[in-house]
């Protein structure tokens, strides 16, 4: 199956997210993108892998917000986080914090829509939430992008496909 990144509508921003886990710490990133522009920031910290998860998202739509965003779409490859934001499922306690930061950003949008993503879709984010150059790091909007981060958005620009195998 071949899976793509798609520009958002005209007047949207999409953030694309992911979270990445070594054996003390985890880190998430977020990139938000219309057809022209990229703003990536990243963070390394302790947590575990779905609240790395929901605190991509919740940094992902406050960086959305402090660049003047009112129309989200937020793109994760995590079907449970994106069930808690949207009130599916039963959520840990341990998460009520971060979900309503979550949707007091939410309330700050005119319009969202948050989408699953497949993994080899959401390779740009996957590299911001891999890189660290010192731990305990949290960077937004840095100046630099890196080559590889370059590469992988250049590709996604292109509509060069991702594979993946089916399930």
Same mark, same amino acid.
């Given at each position: 199956?071949? %899976?793509? $990144?798609? =520009?958002?509508?005209?007047?949207?921003? @999409? +953030?694309?997210? /992911?979270?990445? !886990?070594? #054996?003390?710490?985890? *880190?998430?990133?977020?990139? !938000?993108?219309?057809? /022209? &522009?990229?703003?990536?920031?990243?963070? $390394? &910290?302790?947590?575990?892998?779905?609240?790395?998860?929901? @605190?991509?998202?919740?940094?992902? +739509? $406050?960086?959305?917000?402090?660049?003047? %965003?009112?129309?989200?779409?937020?793109?994760?490859?995590?079907?449970?986080?994106?069930?808690?934001? #949207?009130?599916?499922?039963?959520? =840990?306690?341990?998460?009520?914090?971060?979900?309503?930061?979550?949707?007091? *950003?939410?309330?700050?949008? &005119?319009?969202? +829509?948050?989408?699953?993503?497949?993994?080899?879709?959401?390779?740009?984010?996957?590299?911001?939430?891999?890189?660290?150059?010192?731990? *305990?790091?949290?960077?937004?909007?840095?100046?630099? %992008?890196?080559?590889?981060?370059?590469?992988?958005?250049?590709? /996604?620009?292109?509509?060069?496909?991702?594979?993946?195998?089916?399930?």
């Amino acid at each position: 199956m071949e %899976v793509h $990144w798609r =520009p958002p509508p005209h007047d949207w921003l @999409k +953030i694309n997210m /992911d979270d990445s !886990l070594s #054996k003390d710490w985890s *880190g998430y990133g977020a990139i !938000l993108r219309n057809e /022209d &522009t990229l703003s990536p920031g990243y963070h $390394w &910290t302790f947590l575990p892998s779905i609240f790395s998860k929901l @605190k991509a998202i919740e940094m992902g +739509i $406050w960086m959305a917000i402090s660049a003047g %965003v009112t129309k989200l779409w937020i793109k994760s490859n995590s079907t449970t986080a994106l069930a808690w934001i #949207k009130g599916n499922g039963c959520r =840990p306690w341990s998460s009520i914090c971060c979900l309503r930061c979550i949707h007091q *950003g939410l309330d700050n949008l &005119t319009d969202w +829509i948050a989408t699953h993503i497949h993994h080899e879709g959401n390779i740009p984010p996957d590299l911001l939430a891999s890189h660290r150059s010192d731990r *305990g790091e949290t960077i937004l909007f840095p100046s630099n %992008v890196w080559t590889d981060l370059q590469a992988a958005i250049d590709q /996604d620009k292109s509509d060069i496909p991702y594979v993946r195998k089916k399930d």
